[in-house]
């Protein structure tokens, strides 16, 4: 099992382009989470899914930011405009049961200048 | 809703010293308990967890007692080394929410 995969691994881009993060789960994992971590705030949960389905996107700073789960498989989040307040290290974990703690990615370090 | 409260860092220890960091939680019901640690740019890794009361998680020489009298989940290591050194997280997860973090203890081992 190559674990849960995340692409980019670093991304640099300029202020007000779109930015897509991707995540694959490892299969049979029902669950979604994706995270953001800085230094200021430590690590927040922006949006889960349970089997493809948003449950809680209350974490989600803005309209900029939108996650999809086209498939039981994968998943993105994208920010549009990006924003420089907007770097920081973003993670997604899949999970197969409420018993389970999470499977995290490697993170995707976005850097807005 | 739930909570956790961790030990503030940085946590500085000499190589081959006892480590505890502190964990305490705030939930309904029946928590599942666990650690995870993150070395410096990766992801965060499950180091235990505990699913019931006076279960205790292991790995990797760390231990960790789910106490629900005193609501805590505190981490320890008999003789910690080097390479211990990392961002630990305690956290926990009720029913179908997600898992609710602790805000991280970062230890730094010397040698």
């Known amino acids: 099992d190559a674990g849960v995969i995340q692409s980019p691994r670093h991304e640099v881009t300029e202020m007000g382009q779109e930015v897509t993060l991707r995540c694959k789960l490892i299969?049979?994992?029902?669950?979604l989470f994706w995270y953001r971590q800085t230094m200021m705030r430590g690590l927040e949960l922006l949006i889960y899914?349970?089997?493809?389905?948003?449950?809680?996107d209350s974490g989600m700073p803005e309209d900029r930011f939108s996650a999809k789960m086209p498939n039981a498989s994968f998943s993105t989040l994208k920010i549009q405009p990006s924003e420089p307040r907007d770097s920081a290290v973003y993670f997604c974990?899949?999970?197969?049961?409420?018993?389970?703690?999470?499977?995290f990615g490697s993170g995707t370090r976005l850097t807005v200048v | 809703g739930n909570s956790v409260t961790q030990m503030e860092g940085p946590v500085t220890l000499s190589e081959e010293a006892f480590l505890t960091i502190n964990c305490t939680y705030t939930?309904?019901?029946?928590?599942?308990l666990f650690w995870y640690v993150q070395y410096p740019g990766e992801g965060l890794q499950l180091l235990l967890k505990a699913t019931k009361a006076d279960d205790k998680g292991s790995n990797k020489g760390f231990e960790a007692t789910y106490r629900k009298e005193t609501t805590s989940f505190h981490l320890e290591k008999g003789s910690v080394q080097v390479s211990d050194s990392a961002v630990y997280f305690c956290a926990l997860r009720g029913g179908a929410d997600g898992l609710t973090f602790g805000k991280g203890t970062h230890l730094i081992i010397q040698p």
């Open positions: 974990a899949s999970s197969l049961s409420y018993l389970d703690g999470y499977t």
């Open positions: 899914f349970n089997n493809n389905v948003p449950i809680d």
């Open positions: 939930a309904t019901g029946y928590p599942s």
């Open positions: 299969s049979g994992h029902n669950s």
